[in-house]
């Protein structure tokens, strides 16, 4: 197969868009488990591009529960280069509407229970983190939801919370005191591993509520989040295909190369169960002369 150079990672259905057809389904056996489900492979004008849902086909994972290592290192595999991930949110800004979608520049870390590197059990090695999104995909991104007609916020802090219950209301209250733009359950640890793995990564979050701080506003439910989701996985698919038709799916990032100074542990310390599984990331700077 052809390296695919770009990817998403969404919700169940993303993958079945107007326009597109379908060309392969890809089952990856990863040194961390199962992807969450197949990788469908789509071709929209000449272009072919990779969809994984994020919580398995019938949602089946809890955001706590995605297996996002095997996920990674599967569209790392693949020859992705690229991911756009798409997420549900609630707003923490009067300014951001539900059905609103959100280009974040910045990220929170609210987890507690998800393992959020690559590194460890014999290799230490940091990543630079301070900006989380690729910006140039950010800014495609964008891009391509103003062109398509649709309320786009660019920039803002996404929360990721553990979950899988809500926010309380004081919680809510707090978060809008830190500055969140919206609050989330999927950006960790989705985002860091993408970045020790050397993708360029970008999130469009879609709004589908206030959460509970906005007391005039009905508090979270299912059914609301359900409601909203459904129209802007809509929008969602008319600007996927906009970015597919614009992106330079080649064109050089630094975030391919975030790891490059990042491993501190020389190779031959490193055990071998630990360095054979990311040979696929690093393999290039241990193999170097």
């Known amino acids: 197969m052809q390296s695919i150079k770009l990817a998403f990672i969404g919700g169940t259905g993303l993958y079945r868009i107007e326009g597109m057809e379908i060309v392969d389904s890809v089952d990856i056996d990863t040194p961390f488990g199962k992807p969450s489900d197949s990788i469908v492979i789509s071709s929209f004008r000449g272009k072919k591009v990779a969809f994984l ?21 599967a569209l790392k595999k693949l020859g992705v280069q690229k991911v756009i991930a798409i997420s549900a949110v609630g707003s923490l800004k009067e300014e951001i509407k539900p059905r609103d979608l959100v280009v974040p520049d910045q990220l929170i870390d609210r987890t507690r229970l998800r393992p959020a590197s690559f590194f460890g059990g014999g290799i230490a090695g940091h990543v630079s983190f301070a900006d989380p999104f690729c910006p140039e995909l950010s800014r495609a991104l964008f891009e391509a939801a103003e062109f ?50 050397e993708l360029c990564y970008a999130i469009l979050a879609l709004c589908t509520d206030y959460d509970c701080w906005k007391e005039d506003e009905a508090d979270v439910t299912i059914e609301m989040v359900v409601e909203n989701l459904r129209a ?9 295909k906009r970015l597919i038709e614009t992106i330079q799916e080649d064109k050089p990032c630094s975030c391919q190369e975030a790891a490059k100074y990042a491993i501190i542990t020389a190779k031959e310390y490193i055990p071998d169960d630990v360095r054979k599984p990311l040979e696929l990331f690093y393999g290039k700077y241990w193999n170097k002369g």
């Open 53 to 73: 849902p994020r919580h398995g086909v019938g949602h089946r994972f809890m955001p706590s529960e995605i297996p996002v290592k095997a996920n990674i290192w």
């Open 148 to 197: 398509s007609g649709y309320r786009v916020h660019r920039g803002g802090t996404y929360i990721c919370m553990e979950g899988p219950a809500f926010s309380t209301r004081a919680e809510s209250k707090l978060y809008r005191t830190w500055g969140g733009s919206v609050i989330g359950m999927t950006a960790i640890p989705e985002a860091k591993l993408a970045r020790e793995a």
């Open 232 to 240: 802007n996985t809509e929008a969602a698919r008319v600007i996927i």
